[in-house]
């Protein structure tokens, strides 16, 4: 169940993944004959949850490029610098923190490696919760695309 929480159910109900937890975790607790009930009910939700493979699509086509390109090295202006060496090698320069920009959103930063650029993995479905992850990630596109 806890799999299929997360592989058929997904972000379109991503309570799925802690109910199936907590099921799991009340029946290791209780134990039988009354621990089934937890199991019987996390069944039910998922049975009755939105359905979306989107966030199991995704993770493939990541590990696809991940799998097919070389070592790509994260971009220096995401990379932290806790030491004055780093800061010196460039790491961290440039960076712009999120917060500090509207909707905590930066139009024109790029956080994948040089050769992964442009690049989008999780394409989120109309069903449950992903409705407003859709809504959320075309605003953000809209604004870095205008």
């Known amino acids: ?17 802690q ?3 907590s099921a799991m975790e009340a029946f290791h607790f209780i134990g039988l004959p009354e621990g089934h009930l937890a199991l019987a009910q996390a069944a039910v939700y998922l049975a009755t949850a939105p359905k979306s493979n989107s966030l199991y ?8 490029d991940v799998r097919e390109s070389e070592n790509m090295p994260v971009p220096l202006h ?22 500090d ?15 992964l650029k442009g690049r989008t993995y999780y394409h989120p ?13 075309e ?3 809209r604004k870095k695309n205008p």
Do not use: C
Not at 1 to 17: C, K, N, T, W, Y
Not at 57 to 64: H, L
Not at 82 to 88: F, H, N, Q
């Open 1 to 17: 169940m806890i799999r299929f929480a997360s592989e058929d159910v997904g972000m379109a109900d991503p309570q799925a993944l």
């Open 19 to 21: 109910v199936t937890v």
């Open 57 to 64: 699509t995704a993770y493939d086509g990541v590990r696809k």
């Open 78 to 99: 995401i990379r932290n610098a806790p030491t004055s060496l780093m800061e010196d090698l460039g790491y961290g320069k440039g960076y712009k923190y999120p917060h």
């Open 101 to 115: 920009y509207p909707d905590h959103f930066v139009e024109e930063e790029e956080y994948l490696p040089e050769n």
């Open 125 to 137: 479905s109309e069903q449950g919760f992903e409705k407003e992850i859709k809504k959320r990630l």
């Open 139 to 141: 605003n953000w596109r």
